[in-house]
């Protein structure tokens, strides 16, 4: 195929040695020329191996200083850096199915380069087989909806984005402002073909719930700042990402998709029950520990 596109892959990272190889390796695997890709590590002041081993990998590799979470501020950077014509932005524990850049290609040929910004769908590999059912499962309702993330986008449109990656967000919020931003510019969103491999097994089933309850106080920022900042989007898209009905219900019946639900409702009742866990632990951190004056203030 002619005229491929440069891809640049930003990978942000804090003590990654364990889970890193998996990563580079799905990219150095690729079934696609190695001089149309490079690979960024922007590392958080990382006290083990993660540098060396991405060097090894032949990853270009940046630093960004001061107490996580940094994520935002070394997809900002890995951005600047990058020499290619679209950033792919993974994280530590994901691995790339060995011919999802060429499907980004191919996708992107049969487009004609009209849209701007890229879903990939996510298949999760979690602790127990059991568990990875219910996972993918509950994944598979979500690739392209308003609580997806786009995860490849066209540097020309990054560099239009005054915020870029939102750094005072946890990473979860961060991604959705990217979403919105993208949306307000005008750029068109597609979704390719070809997965990435999430790797949750050093997850328990209690610390994937524990895990989400993390972004308390980015979600609660998140929302003051669009509620502020553009009335219409908090109550377009925000209060949908976050209503109990869409999270409970719609994204898993709209556009025809309750046709897969009905043959694997008992999935459904496991998901249900999770996502029932989740709230139940944010309400908790959203009550005990999140500065409301903190958050007025940002916003105001």
């Not at 900002?76 to 994280?91: H, Q, T, V, W």
């Not at 307000?184 to 597609?190: A, S, W």
């Not at 073909?193 to 993390?214: A, N, S, V």
Request: hydrophobic fraction near 40%.
């Amino acid at each position: 195929m002619a005229n491929l596109p440069k891809i640049s892959i930003i990978i942000p990272t804090r003590n990654s040695e364990k889970i890193l190889p998996i990563c580079l390796n799905g990219i150095v695997n690729q079934n696609y020329p190695k001089a149309k890709f490079e690979i960024i590590i922007v590392d958080n002041e990382s006290s083990d191996k993660t540098v060396g081993l991405a060097k090894s990998f032949g990853a270009k590799t940046f630093l960004v200083k001061g107490s996580p979470s940094r994520a935002c501020a070394q997809r900002n950077l890995g951005a600047e850096k990058a020499k290619g014509d679209y950033l792919l932005f993974l994280d530590h524990d994901m691995e790339m199915s060995k011919n999802l850049l060429k499907n980004f290609a191919e996708k992107l040929s049969k487009t004609k380069d009209t849209p701007d910004v890229w879903y990939i769908p996510e298949k999760i590999i979690a602790n127990s087989p059991f568990f990875t059912k219910i996972r993918n499962f509950e994944r598979s309702f979500y690739n392209a909806t308003i609580i997806d993330a786009v995860r490849i986008i066209k540097k020309e449109k990054f560099n239009l984005i005054s915020e870029r990656y939102d750094s005072i967000l946890s990473s979860g919020p961060a991604d959705w402002a990217m979403d919105i931003q993208l949306e307000k510019i005008g750029c068109k969103f597609d979704i390719i073909d070809e997965p990435l491999y999430h790797h949750e097994e050093r997850f328990t089933y209690w610390q994937y719930i524990t895990k989400k309850g993390d972004w308390t106080k980015g979600i609660d920022l998140y929302k003051a700042k669009w509620k502020k900042k553009d009335p219409n989007v908090y109550n377009k898209v925000i209060k949908k990402q976050f209503g109990i009905y869409y999270r409970l219900i719609g994204v898993f019946t709209e556009n025809g998709k309750w046709r897969k639900l009905i043959p694997n409702f008992h999935l459904y009742i496991f998901v249900l029950l999770t996502k029932i866990l989740m709230g139940f632990e944010y309400l908790v951190r959203r009550f005990s520990g999140i500065d409301e004056k903190l958050i007025e203030h940002k916003w105001n």
